[in-house]
């Protein structure tokens, strides 16, 4: 990064070189630390605006209260703070967006104390959406267990519990595979290791429900309630592994992922091993969304402009 790429730092914007730590602030006080990836699209208007972020940074405040410590900044703060770093950053096209917290100042013991304060980092840098590509990739179905809710909460998204995800992408790429499909102690499937799972059995899109052990996916929301406006028949449930050798289609969706198609499991196509119509069009559906493309030919209604939040004014 260049030396005047500004970052945000719990209520200042200081150059990236100098958002520096002490070694001693990271080890055992990492473990708490919890994070988000936000995107921010070009829209059909040109402008640039940031999806959910309302609903990203609210996610993040609720792990820094499940992992039992303190943020001295509201969510309107946070808020405000992004899109003026964004303004800093002078950025206008496709844009990720990484705030993250610690603990703050230096801790020598074991683990971090409950009630500690966070402080808490912004970070924006470009990116390429793969809306509208026809990018595709290959899973397999891990070794590694899913934890479960009797371990951590899965919905708490920290940095310690992407250690799972890590094993199982290492292991995945060792066998030839793209990312990991994770099942859980019932043996049902979960998902993937940075991305929510789903898919599709006689026209339906299924993706998991929350008490098998995955992220509350705000991707996931926003793609399960574009279906039902869309008329794309919906369930979520329990899904056996099994299913995905009768899987017409496989999906993984996510804010990184966003809608991406899985076309080989295990070594096995995905019905056809190509792009199925109903992840086409969810993809379709969630392409015009991020980017505010009306509903109407006209133009005279925005997709879902509530998700959409204007960097410049």
């Not at 006689?202 to 929350?210: R, S």
Request: with cysteine.
């Amino acid at each position: 990064m260049p030396p005047d790429h500004p970052v945000w730092r719990s209520g200042t914007f200081v150059p990236w070189d100098r958002a520096t730590v002490h070694a001693s602030s990271v080890g055992h006080a990492s473990v708490s630390a919890s994070f988000e990836g936000v995107h921010a699209y070009r829209g059909a208007d040109g402008g640039l605006a940031v999806f959910r972020l309302h609903d990203h940074l609210r996610r993040m405040l609720n792990s820094i209260s499940w992992a039992d410590l303190v943020s001295p900044w509201s969510l309107e703060e946070l808020v405000e703070a992004t899109l003026e770093l964004c303004r800093r950053n002078d950025r206008h096209e496709d844009t990720y967006i990484r705030p993250w917290c610690f603990a703050a100042g230096v801790h020598r013991e074991q683990m971090v104390p409950a009630g500690t304060e966070v402080e808490i980092i912004i970070d924006v840098w470009p990116f390429r959406s793969k809306l509208g590509t026809d990018t595709t990739a290959k899973a397999a179905v891990s070794s590694w267990t899913r934890f479960g809710a009797n371990a951590m909460p899965p919905q708490l998204k920290a940095f310690s519990n992407y250690h799972n995800g890590r094993l199982g992408t290492n292991e995945a790429r060792a066998r030839g595979a793209d990312w990991p499909i994770f099942v859980n102690q019932e043996g049902h499937l979960t998902e993937s290791s940075g991305a929510n799972l789903a898919i599709v059995r006689d026209g339906v899109l299924v993706t998991p429900w929350l008490a098998s052990g995955v992220l509350d996916g705000i991707t996931r929301a926003t793609v399960l309630q574009l279906c039902r406006e869309s008329g794309v028949p919906t369930e979520v449930r329990a899904i056996g592994r099994a299913e995905l050798l009768q899987a017409e289609e496989v999906l993984f969706i996510g804010t990184a992922a966003e809608v991406l198609p899985i076309v080989e499991v295990d070594g096995r196509p995905v019905g056809q091993g190509t792009v199925g119509p109903v992840t086409a069009r969810i993809a379709g559906l969630y392409h015009d969304a991020v980017r505010g493309k009306a509903r109407t030919a006209d133009g005279a209604r925005p997709f879902h402009p509530e998700w959409r939040i204007p960097v410049w004014g």
